[in-house]
């Protein structure tokens, strides 16, 4: 969907901007975005009622939309016709140690462009950063909106999810059964990422769950633990990445051989 502007005897299409819902749409025909979106709708985009926009809900649902009127605290949209739009064939966990600093963000806002479904951040033995209690809160309170954003950005039909803080054994228990578990350890030197994509474990799985460690790597003990938790141990070859850059590196080969960028045709309607 687009709308049009008319400038020096020329027409140009706009693509109409996309706006986050924190309440579900399902079945609904109006909606109330807030003050967030205020600002950025009226100030920013300086859009006027009547003014044509997309409202997408994370869960799927996805409204072409018309802004009614602006309040003090928030926007008045009206909901006309949902958009058609396909979900992801596969299902991705990515389960990443907290690094130092704030590379968490960087991390997170890669991981949800990349289709990452969830995302649980974990205490690693070798984990620099420890966040706890209201610290710990205030941060996944700051990625959800950066996985917010994301989706918005990349036109993603879902939002990831961001779970609490958890520890190494806690984490562990959040893989499903049916789920492909990969943790990628540096001293692995049997099994590549490839050759685990392309291998009969791998034949007809759609959900998958990855373990990146922080900056000093994952311990012997906790790669043991999580092997008799049902994961392989994967390498991503000799070169050693940062932890900025594993994260996106798995989920971008992981993308190609079995999802959104796959030549195989397992991607989104079946292309790209």
């Known amino acids: 969907p687009a709308r049009y502007k008319f400038q020096q005897?020329?027409?140009?299409a706009l693509t109409l901007p996309r706006i986050y819902s924190s309440e579900s749409l399902?079945?609904?025909?109006?909606?109330?975005?807030?003050?967030?979106n205020l600002r950025y709708l009226k100030t920013v985009l300086r859009l006027k009622p009547g003014d044509p926009i997309l409202v997408f809900d994370g869960f799927g649902h996805e409204y072409e939309a018309r802004i009614e009127h602006f309040t003090a605290d928030g926007v008045k949209v009206?909901?006309?016709?949902?958009?058609?739009?396909?979900?992801?064939?596969?299902?991705?966990t990515l389960a990443q140690a907290i690094p130092k600093a704030s590379k968490m963000d960087w991390i997170v806002k890669t991981a949800a462009e990349l289709g990452a479904?969830?995302?649980?951040?974990?205490?690693?033995?070798?984990?620099?950063?420890?966040?706890?209690?209201?610290?710990?809160?205030d941060k996944v309170k700051r990625w959800r909106k950066i996985v917010q954003e994301a989706a918005r950005c990349t036109r993603s039909v879902g939002v990831a999810d961001i779970s609490p803080v958890l520890s190494f054994s806690d984490m562990l228990l959040r893989a499903?059964?049916?789920?492909?578990?990969?943790?990628?350890?540096?001293?692995?030197?049997?099994?590549s990422i490839r050759g685990v994509l392309t291998g009969r474990e791998a034949v007809?799985?759609?959900?998958?769950?990855?373990?990146?460690?922080?900056?000093?790597g994952l311990s012997r003990d906790e790669v043991d633990r999580a092997k008799e938790a049902g994961?392989?141990?994967?390498?991503?070859?000799?070169?050693i990445l940062k932890v900025e850059t594993a994260a996106?590196?798995?989920?971008?080969?992981l993308q190609y051989e079995k999802g959104i960028f796959s030549p195989k045709g397992e991607g989104i309607n079946g292309h790209l």
Not at 119 to 132: K, M, N, Q, T
Not at 248 to 253: Q, R
Request: aromatic share 8%; net charge neutral; with cysteine.
């Open 248 to 253: 996106a590196a798995i989920l971008s080969i």
């Open 117 to 137: 479904d969830e995302i649980i951040p974990f205490s690693a033995i070798r984990s620099v950063s420890r966040i706890e209690g209201d610290k710990a809160q």
């Open 231 to 239: 994961f392989v141990s994967v390498s991503l070859g000799k070169q």
């Open 204 to 216: 007809g799985v759609k959900q998958f769950f990855i373990i990146v460690g922080p900056e000093g």
């Open 176 to 191: 499903a059964p049916s789920a492909l578990k990969m943790i990628f350890w540096e001293e692995e030197d049997q099994k």
């Open 78 to 92: 009206a909901l006309e016709k949902m958009t058609a739009r396909e979900g992801r064939s596969i299902r991705i």
């Open 9 to 12: 005897g020329k027409i140009f």
């Open 26 to 36: 399902q079945n609904a025909t109006v909606c109330t975005l807030g003050t967030d």
